[in-house]
Structures are given as C-alpha cells and as structure tokens.
C-alpha cells in the first residue's frame, strides 16, 4: 500500500490555506464535489505539484440492498482517471431505500446511515463490495461511519463485521477513529476492542475529524475541534500498526488556517506517541517472548484442531471460538451463490428504517424510539443546510422564516429526487400554502421558483422569442 502521509481534507471554503499550509503530504476531495472537465484551479495546481488526490464517495450506498448503480460507479471511476488517484474511497452505508425491490417508495436519506451487523448485510454489502472493485481502476477502499441508532438482534461486533468483509473481499479498510468515539458514546462500543478485532494490514489510511455531544449524544459534526478522546484512540490504533496515511476533515464552521495547522500538529503527536509505544511492545516481545511463541507453536492451544484453517470459515472459528456462522463464510470466500431473497430481506429492514427516519411511519419493532427520534431530526436539520448551500437565494429571501419553514416542510415530504429538486418543491410548498407572509418576500419567492422550474429559465425567454422568430424569417425565405 502506497504511504500517504499526513493530509487534509480538500475544501472550496479552505482551497487557498490548503495549498498555502506545510507538511501536506495529499489532500481528499468529497467525488460528487468534482466535475471531471472542470477542475477547480486550486485542486489542478496541488495536482501539478505532485500532491495525490484521493477522491471520496458519499453516495454509492454500497451497503444498501440494491446492487451499485453503475452510472454512478462510471462517474467515480471517471474522477479517479481525471485526478491520477492511487485509490478510491466510500462508506460502509446505505442511503437509500424502497423502490422496485420493496415494493415500496424509493427514499433518500440524504445522510449515511448504518447497515445491520448481520450475515444477510454482510453478504449483501460483499457482493456490492466485488461490483464496484471490477468497475473502479484502481484499489477501492470502504470508511466505518458513525451512527446515532443501533440495530437490534445484530449478530456481530464491528470489529469482526470489517475483518470478515476485508477477509471476503480484499477490500481496503479507511478506519475513521472519530467514527469509533462516535460510536462508543452514542452505542457502547469498546474502541479498543474494535481496533483489536480489525485486520489491521488491509487499513488503507485513517480519519480524524472533530464533533460535540448534546444530550448525552455524540454528533460527528467534522465542524469542531478534534476532542482529546479520538486523538487517544489514533494513538492507540498507531501503537498497534503504522497507518499508510491520516487525514484530518473539516466540513463546516472552517476556521483560521493556524487552528488547522494546530490541529495536524495534534494528529501528528498523536501518531509519534503510538509509535513510541509500538516499539516498546515490539521490544518487550523480543526480550519476553510468549509461552510457546516460535517454530512450531500449534494454535489456537496445543493440541486443538480448528476446522478449515486457513480459510475465511476458519478465521471466523478463530475468532469467534464458535463455528457460528463459519458456512457462511464459506459460501462467500468460494464465491458460491447467495440466498435469493438476502437482498430483499435486507431491503425490507432498510426501507422500513429509513420511512420511520424521513416520512413520519412507525419505529420498525427493536429500534429505540428516542434515538430514532433523534436521527430523523438530525438528517432532517443536514438537509435544510444542504438545500441551503445548493440553493443560497432561500435563506437570503426568506430570512429567520428559511430553517423552521424547512424543517415543517421536511416531516411529510421525504427527500426524493436530489437537493436541487428538493430546493424547488419546498419553494412550490411555501407559495401553494400563501407563505412567506411578507409580501415582497412571497413576490421574490415566486420569481425564484419561476426562474427555476421550467425547462429554461425565464430570464432566456426573451432570447428563445426571438431565435423563434428569426428561424420562422429565414424559412419563409
């Protein structure tokens, strides 16, 4: 695996510090952000320096039931050529949900939300994994994400959820330690045991990112200083293995180029203090080794058998100390078929899951209600300030009325058809309803609208008019 380095997370609002600022070793760019034919300057001058450009996925959905669309895997694939990348990143998460496999309305989180830890998911995501390696040019790598919910009846810890997934597919691991305290304070999970379970030697390269806790809920906002915990859990990931590459994200709230520049110094005292440890570990091993470490030593124990070693049914047996789950193993390390129906099983769970969060229906039977409750509102407030980047004259003519108005709107009409549509139909919501109520802004409103909605916009009326008419001239002739 190529070393990386020390990099940043490339941003249109930070373009100017990123290539002004020092020890940048390579810089990764949100790939929808991207147009191919269009680089921005900033990105095509790091480019001719030398800098490697990784491109980063946010809306394959590789873990959702359907299958990866292969228009959106061509346009992954077309920016990794056009950026020179040595491999190409996305999450373990599904965005999407609903439609032809369900039998039911197909619905976007705008958000990445989590699969279920189970052997149907994981099959499923597997084999999601396996279409976008053939279709991707170069190494592809997949992110562990943060979540606010838990799924229930989960048949597997994180940890052995990302070594089976690397084990079966050879997949890269992207390990986002901000990710992990995420998930420690909203779920429970031991990072420590995480990091103990990963297959440590597929990890691609590593997260840090910042966020804040309200109400006894971690948020990973990447729009807040990166807390003391997630830099201990990258000193504890750096003393067990050295990572290719680490990259601090900032998405939101930039600030000055000196706090990003303190905040990679941290990252890298971070790395340096694991470091340290990891040799002192090495050499404690060389000086004291273990019982029966050496030529020849049998394990698991003297003595014990463990069926299939050597495959990916035996790994699971060893670390599992169960043969729980081991044919399944087996069924995906020799490519043997999957059940029929894991994809719509899948689906189903994921459809239901994403009604409750986005359209207001019941809490599928398991989940926690108040965290439910807490995610809907927390991909229902993302939404509104997507909708507000993509579309910035709304904020600006609609005022302190642009958030609530949003949020009212967003509780019975579910994301469908991208921001920009989304833009469109919440300002055909307000003016259907007679808002806004200020008359000058509900006037603004509807030109807005107006010049948006057609299939060209209004101010090339004019134009259009008189090619017509130009057109009808010459025919007559």
């Known amino acids: 695996m190529e070393r990386l380095g020390t990099g940043i997370g490339w941003r249109p609002e930070i373009a100017d510090a990123v290539e002004r600022m020092p020890g940048i070793d390579w810089v990764e760019a949100v790939a929808e952000n991207i147009c191919p034919g269009h680089l921005p300057d900033s990105l095509r001058r790091l480019r001719e320096r030398g800098v490697t450009v990784v491109p980063h996925g946010v809306s394959l959905g590789l873990g959702g039931a359907e299958r990866p669309d292969e228009g959106r895997l061509a346009a992954l694939a077309e920016r990794v050529a056009v950026l020179g990348s040595p491999l190409v990143t996305e999450h373990i998460a ?46 592809l790598a997949v992110e562990n994400i943060a979540a606010l919910i838990s799924w229930p009846a989960e048949e597997m810890t994180e940890g052995q959820f990302l070594y089976e997934l690397a084990d079966r597919t050879g997949v890269r691991l992207l390990i986002d330690v901000a990710n992990l ?83 990679l110094a941290a990252i890298r005292r971070a790395l340096e203090a694991g470091a340290v440890e990891r040799v002192k570990t090495e050499i404690r091993k060389t000086l004291h080794p273990a019982p029966g470490a050496g030529a020849g030593a049998e394990t698991p124990e003297a003595g014990a058998e463990v069926p299939g070693a050597g495959t990916a049914a035996g790994a699971a047996v060893l670390r599992t100390g169960d043969e729980t789950g081991a044919a399944e193993a087996t069924r995906g390390a020799f490519g043997l078929p999957h059940p029929r129906d894991a994809r719509q099983r899948v689906g189903l769970a994921q459809a239901a899951l994403l009604s409750a969060l986005v359209a207001g229906t019941p809490v599928p039977e398991g989940f926690d209600r108040v965290r439910i409750g807490v995610q809907a509102r927390a991909l229902a407030a993302k939404r509104a300030d997507v909708v507000a980047k993509v579309a910035p004259e709304l904020p600006v003519i609609l005022g302190p009325e642009y958030r609530p108005a949003f949020l009212g709107y967003a509780q019975t009409n579910p994301l469908t058809g991208g921001y920009r549509r989304d833009a469109l139909t919440f300002a055909e919501h307000l003016l259907t309803a007679g808002r806004p109520g200020d008359a000058q802004a509900r006037r603004e409103l509807r030109e807005w609208w107006l010049e948006r909605s057609g299939p060209a916009p209004r101010s090339a009326w004019p134009v259009r008019r008189l090619a017509r008419a130009t057109r009808r001239v010459l025919l007559r002739r």
Do not use: M
């Open 181 to 263: 305290h995420t998930n420690h304070v909203n779920r429970g999970e031991d990072p420590a045991k995480a990091l103990a379970e990963l297959p440590l030697e597929a990890i691609a390269y590593v997260h840090v990112a910042g966020g804040f806790e309200r109400d006894g809920v971690w948020h990973d906002s990447h729009a807040h200083p990166v807390p003391r915990p997630v830099l201990d859990i990258l000193t504890d990931l750096a003393s067990r293995v050295r990572p290719p590459g680490v990259l601090l994200e900032r998405d939101e709230n930039f600030p000055e180029p000196a706090e990003l520049r303190s905040e």
């Open 94 to 139: 599904f965005v999407r949900a609903g439609g032809a496999l369900t039998a039911s309305p197909r619905l976007e989180a705008g958000h990445l939300l989590p699969v279920p830890r189970t052997r149907d998911a994981l099959d499923v995501l597997c084999e999601n994994v396996r279409i976008a390696q053939d279709a991707l040019p170069v190494p």
